[in-house]
């Protein structure tokens, strides 16, 4: 908590950085994860527009998301996050789920030595609970933004003071803060750093590599039933989120071969601080004051410790986020077909020397380009000739990282689904955006019947036949 005496300097939090967010994973060796978000959606009377599926009820004997994902949780021996912040544990080597301040569901996987055995266990748990979900009547859709609910219909669901807080301050910024948190899903991937020597090359391949991957996975052409012009609007919501919190380190930007940890530490101290926590209770920042002002200045004549340090770098939204693995937030959430796409692609092009060497080779001289890339990539995706010629050499890439991956490494579903996704998408310069847009200007909306024709093709193709996700 604050204190009226200063306690903290630079040498103090850029060695918690280094214990912690930039440390290597415990026993050695490679570590996996894949986290994934959808929205909780229920079509009424065969309409065009489905309506949110709340996490708490709001009207008597209204079905909450959150009672169903708790029931199926704990038949299954699956971790829980409530609304509310309780923890349900569920059994080792398993994941968990939690919630987004929109309703949106997040599962993420327990670590694995494989991206197999990750992706088998983020699928097994997913696929059983769209089923579970389905004999309640709610669909699940996973795409980057909610192509029908509008922010207010959709409304702040948790109320924990961290969430009106993020509210509060980023209201004071524009209005992409009330859309990320309510209309937005991705999905991540977690890689080791690895060794240190690896650990540098991952952390500045990873940075060039983000607008590419919002570029190839770009899933959200619409919003509140309505075209964006962007590929992937959940990428320009993001880029005008909070410049200081999120997107690329500028430390990267001016020296992208400069040391990691010290980029990461003044992007840190240059973020505003989200909220103070005061026994009073918490105080969200709507008045600018980064975290180094707060350190060296104090705020109402309080100081930070390391306990609001490392709570301010669970604030921060970077594309590459360090937190004892490298968590990488760039795709927007896929369709059910594709979900193990971004976790092949990252691992293939990270996980191989040959391979990060040939991406570093390729990409580094746009390091400093990093937000013009981005904006490129949201709005034009993979009609941008230069984004779709690097989206083809990185698939060529990616596919020779796949055969120089261990034995076991991938599953043949993966690979199916990786092939399916660069002849049907990245190698034509399209991605999943481009299909769901046709299909929206081709029958004027996207209702169920459209999303489904969609989403079973996909899923055909890939050999997974109709999944009820």
């Given at each position: 908590?604050?204190?009226?005496?200063?306690?903290?300097?630079?040498?103090?939090?850029?060695?918690?950085?280094?214990?912690?967010?930039?440390?290597?994973?415990?026993?050695?060796?490679?570590?996996?994860?894949?986290?994934?978000?959808?929205?909780?959606?229920?079509?009424?009377?065969?309409?065009?527009?489905?309506?949110?599926?709340?996490?708490?009820?709001?009207?008597?004997?209204?079905?909450?998301?959150?009672?169903?994902?708790?029931?199926?949780?704990?038949?299954?021996?699956?971790?829980?996050?409530?609304?509310?912040?309780?923890?349900?544990?569920?059994?080792?080597?398993?994941?968990?789920?939690?919630?987004?301040?929109?309703?949106?569901?997040?599962?993420?996987?327990?670590?694995?030595?494989?991206?197999?055995?990750?992706?088998?266990?983020?699928?097994?748990?997913?696929?059983?609970?769209?089923?579970?979900?389905?004999?309640?009547?709610?669909?699940?859709?996973?795409?980057?933004?909610?192509?029908?609910?509008?922010?207010?219909?959709?409304?702040?669901?948790?109320?924990?003071?961290?969430?009106?807080?993020?509210?509060?301050?980023?209201?004071?910024?524009?209005?992409?803060?009330?859309?990320?948190?309510?209309?937005?899903?991705?999905?991540?991937?977690?890689?080791?750093?690895?060794?240190?020597?690896?650990?540098?090359?991952?952390?500045?391949?990873?940075?060039?590599?983000?607008?590419?991957?919002?570029?190839?996975?770009?899933?959200?052409?619409?919003?509140?039933?309505?075209?964006?012009?962007?590929?992937?609007?959940?990428?320009?919501?993001?880029?005008?989120?909070?410049?200081?919190?999120?997107?690329?380190?500028?430390?990267?930007?001016?020296?992208?071969?400069?040391?990691?940890?010290?980029?990461?530490?003044?992007?840190?101290?240059?973020?505003?601080?989200?909220?103070?926590?005061?026994?009073?209770?918490?105080?969200?920042?709507?008045?600018?004051?980064?975290?180094?002002?707060?350190?060296?200045?104090?705020?109402?004549?309080?100081?930070?410790?390391?306990?609001?340090?490392?709570?301010?770098?669970?604030?921060?939204?970077?594309?590459?986020?360090?937190?004892?693995?490298?968590?990488?937030?760039?795709?927007?959430?896929?369709?059910?077909?594709f979900w193990s796409v971004p976790l092949t692609w990252w691992?293939?092009?990270?996980?191989?020397?040959?391979?990060?060497?040939?991406?570093?080779?390729?990409?580094?001289?746009?390091?400093?380009?990093?937000?013009?890339?981005?904006?490129?990539?949201?709005?034009?995706?993979?009609?941008d000739p230069e984004l779709a010629g690097d989206a083809k050499?990185?698939?060529?890439?990616?596919?020779?990282?796949?055969?120089?991956?261990?034995?076991?490494?991938?599953?043949?579903?993966?690979?199916?689904?990786?092939?399916?996704?660069?002849?049907?998408?990245?190698?034509?310069?399209?991605?999943?955006?481009?299909?769901?847009?046709?299909?929206?200007?081709?029958?004027?909306?996207?209702?169920?019947?459209?999303?489904?024709?969609?989403?079973?093709?996909?899923?055909?193709?890939?050999?997974?036949?109709?999944?009820?996700?």
């Amino acid at each position: 908590m604050p204190s009226p005496v200063r306690t903290l300097d630079r040498a103090q939090l850029r060695d918690h950085l280094r214990r912690h967010e930039f440390a290597s994973s415990p026993g050695g060796g490679e570590r996996y994860g894949v986290e994934v978000e959808l929205f909780p959606l229920r079509w009424v009377d065969a309409g065009p527009l489905p309506r949110v599926v709340p996490l708490r009820p709001r009207t008597v004997g209204e079905v909450a998301s959150a009672d169903l994902v708790a029931q199926f949780a704990a038949a299954s021996g699956i971790g829980v996050v409530t609304p509310e912040g309780a923890v349900q544990p569920g059994q080792p080597g398993v994941g968990r789920f939690t919630f987004e301040p929109g309703g949106q569901i997040e599962y993420s996987s327990a670590p694995h030595e494989s991206p197999e055995r990750a992706y088998a266990e983020a699928v097994a748990v997913l696929d059983a609970l769209a089923a579970n979900f389905a004999t309640q009547g709610v669909d699940v859709v996973t795409l980057g933004c909610n192509p029908w609910n509008g922010v207010d219909e959709i409304g702040l669901q948790l109320s924990a003071p961290r969430y009106t807080c993020m509210d509060a301050v980023f209201a004071s910024i524009g209005d992409a803060g009330r859309r990320m948190m309510r209309q937005t899903a991705t999905i991540h991937v977690n890689v080791d750093a690895g060794s240190p020597v690896r650990a540098a090359l991952r952390w500045q391949a990873a940075q060039v590599l983000a607008p590419l991957a919002l570029a190839t996975f770009a899933s959200s052409p619409l919003l509140e039933g309505l075209g964006t012009r962007h590929r992937s609007y959940r990428g320009a919501i993001w880029d005008q989120v909070d410049p200081s919190r999120c997107g690329f380190p500028r430390a990267f930007l001016d020296d992208p071969e400069g040391d990691p940890l010290e980029q990461y530490l003044e992007f840190a101290l240059q973020a505003r601080v989200l909220l103070v926590r005061d026994p009073r209770g918490w105080i969200p920042m709507t008045t600018p004051v980064t975290f180094d002002e707060w350190m060296r200045a104090g705020y109402g004549g309080l100081f930070p410790d390391l306990e609001d340090w490392a709570y301010h770098l669970t604030t921060l939204f970077p594309e590459v986020r360090p937190k004892g693995f490298l968590e990488l937030r760039s795709a927007d959430s896929q369709p059910r077909a594709f979900w193990s796409v971004p976790l092949t692609w990252w691992t293939a092009l990270l996980g191989d020397d040959t391979a990060l060497s040939r991406v570093l080779d390729r990409l580094m001289p746009t390091a400093g380009s990093l937000r013009q890339r981005w904006r490129r990539a949201a709005q034009e995706g993979l009609s941008d000739p230069e984004l779709a010629g690097d989206a083809k050499f990185l698939f060529g890439v990616a596919a020779d990282g796949i055969g120089a991956l261990s034995t076991g490494a991938l599953s043949p579903e993966m690979k199916r689904a990786f092939v399916v996704f660069a002849e049907r998408f990245a190698l034509r310069g399209r991605s999943p955006a481009d299909e769901v847009l046709e299909t929206f200007l081709e029958r004027g909306n996207l209702d169920r019947a459209a999303w489904r024709g969609l989403h079973d093709a996909w899923a055909a193709e890939v050999g997974l036949g109709a999944p009820t996700a």
